[in-house]
């Protein structure tokens, strides 16, 4: 007889027993038993307890009814007592073999990005690494929660990144790029550091919630902070300031595909509001270009009166209020560059 999984199994034989149990027990309260003196001699005769009779068994009619739970209620506990040891044993094993398969495909990955933490950001960050063809695998401290990563079909190892030896079993000496996307800035800031003296080389993106972390986690060692309050609020002003350009940008395939090229280069693309006083307002795109030292380029200039230039040219001046679409590695160092006073430019530790 193929009962199918040990799951099912298990619950037909509960649904059995109940069904045994409750029969039983209007068979005893067919012979004038209440419903609790029934309910508790089923009990008793299934459990094979053996306390003794709640009332005399002294007719042929409660003898059968006796005698027939004895028979099925007995066989079905033995029945459910070892499909349950079964169902058990089979999931310790599964979660064993699992775990130990798992370790054995991230024991051969090379190169890859590890992530850590699956929350909102990390699982948008997975579905990106999986849709470009990326090797990855997710460092997550919540058992359930990394269940789920590995129902999705990713590799997932259950650890504290801010202890070393989880950074170790996801492959932290192989890996070409760590992306700490916590929303707990001190653990970022500590992953970062335990990170970089593990492995010079590797690429470090870090999540920062306040502006004031993002120096923190430069100093820890990160390449790139990513601020996703702050890119909520710029995406939500560049609608506003520049609806038809915000629209080309985000609406468009032929620019979404674009952006997707752009970022496994390692390019974004954005819109930066220039400020009316700030280190960049004022000059033509050619002298910005050439501060930037390689930092950015802009392809399109948006007017503050509305027009949008696609092709601007080199000798143009940006003024305070225009929008410009810049191409860059890091959006953020791009803003800084903008938003700086006269005179000062910061990008990234430099200030020049």
Request: contains cysteine.
């Amino acid at each position: 007889m193929q009962w199918g999984t040990p799951g099912r199994s298990l619950f037909l034989i509960v649904l059995f027993m109940f069904l045994v149990a409750g029969l039983a027990t209007l068979g005893y309260m067919e012979a004038g038993w209440s419903l609790a003196d029934a309910s508790y001699m089923v009990v008793l005769t299934v459990y094979s307890v053996g306390y003794g009779e709640v009332h005399p068994i002294n007719t042929p009619y409660l003898h059968a009814v006796t005698m027939g739970t004895m028979v099925v209620g007995c066989t079905g506990m033995i029945l459910l007592t070892g499909t349950l040891i079964q169902f058990l044993t089979i999931s310790q094993l599964q979660h064993i073999f699992g775990f130990k398969r798992m370790k054995a495909e991230v024991d051969k990955l090379e190169g890859h990005v590890i992530v850590v933490g699956f929350g909102r950001i990390g699982l948008m960050l997975a579905k990106e690494l999986k849709a470009g063809g990326a090797k990855f695998v997710v460092l997550e401290q919540n058992e359930s929660l990394a269940q789920h990563v590995r129902d999705l079909g990713y590799l997932c190892l259950v650890g504290d990144a801010t202890d070393e030896s989880s950074l170790r079993e996801a492959g932290i000496s192989r890996a070409r790029t760590l992306a700490s996307v916590l929303p707990n800035d001190a653990a970022n800031v500590f992953i970062t550091l335990s990170a970089r003296s593990l492995n010079p080389e590797i690429e470090i993106i870090a999540r920062g919630e306040v502006p004031s972390t993002e120096s923190k986690l430069i100093q820890a060692g990160a390449n790139k902070v990513v601020l996703p309050t702050h890119i909520g609020a710029e995406r939500i002003a560049e609608m506003i300031l520049f609806p038809e350009t915000a629209r080309f940008l985000r609406s468009s395939t032929k620019m979404q595909e674009l952006e997707r090229t752009l970022r496994t280069l390692g390019l974004d693309m954005a819109v930066v509001v220039v400020p009316e006083k700030g280190a960049l307002t004022g000059l033509t795109i050619e002298e910005i270009e050439r501060k930037a030292d390689g930092k950015f380029f802009i392809v399109q200039l948006n007017r503050q009166a509305g027009d949008a230039i696609t092709t601007p040219e080199s000798k143009m001046r940006v003024q305070g209020g225009d929008g410009v679409v810049i191409v860059s590695r890091n959006g953020q160092i791009a803003r800084a560059m903008f938003e700086a006073p006269p005179g000062k430019i910061r990008a990234g530790r430099a200030t020049f």
